[in-house]
């Protein structure tokens, strides 16, 4: 299974925009930047964070993590605590929340081969909430507004979700 799809979700709003444009970058080879480590290091830190606070096993990454200093701790624990308090704002809903840390999120239904990762899925009767953390520099993202659009990729991660838990929530 590919880790990334074709019509990368987090492209979205180009290949949304101009269709051909993800022909066109499909034949460009993937590159990296510290600026994208630096994401995908916090990232992991942040998983782990909220998973130790909810209980659960996981292994401390910090150790092998290539950009990990107390900047990054200091910005993945204030992500741990947000995601927290929303955890407990979903539990005067419903008792028993579900919650998913690095939730895979299948919208092919409409996107075809379309998948991401949600970094937090938080469902409780009524409300699906996704948390989608954002770190370092280099590329702005917008959570969008009407007028624009809106932020097309969170609202491939809410057609995933709903596709996923929608049957078993009454989600308005």
């Known amino acids: 299974m590919p880790k990334h799809a074709y019509l990368s979700v987090s492209a979205s709003h180009r290949w949304l925009a101009c269709p051909p444009s993800a022909n066109l970058c499909a034949n460009i080879a993937d590159q990296t930047s510290e600026y994208a480590q630096q994401g995908t290091d916090c990232h992991e830190l942040c998983a782990y964070l909220v998973e130790k606070a909810l209980g659960r096993a ?27 308090e929303q955890i407990e704002a979903a539990k005067e809903l419903c008792q028993d929340p579900q919650v998913m840390i690095e939730q895979r999120l299948d919208f092919s239904r409409w996107v075809e ?7 937090c899925v938080i469902v409780a009767d009524e409300v699906l909430q996704i948390i989608d953390y954002k770190h370092g520099l280099g590329v702005l993202v917008s959570a969008g507004d009407d007028e624009h659009g809106g932020n097309s990729q969170m609202m491939c991660y809410a057609l995933g979700a709903l596709e996923s838990f929608g049957d078993l929530y009454d989600i308005s």
């Open 58 to 84: 996981g292994t401390d990454p910090t150790e092998s993590l290539t950009f990990y200093d107390a900047e990054m701790q200091s910005y993945a624990e204030e992500y741990r605590n947000y995601v927290l």
């Open 113 to 119: 081969n379309g998948f991401g990762t949600g970094d």
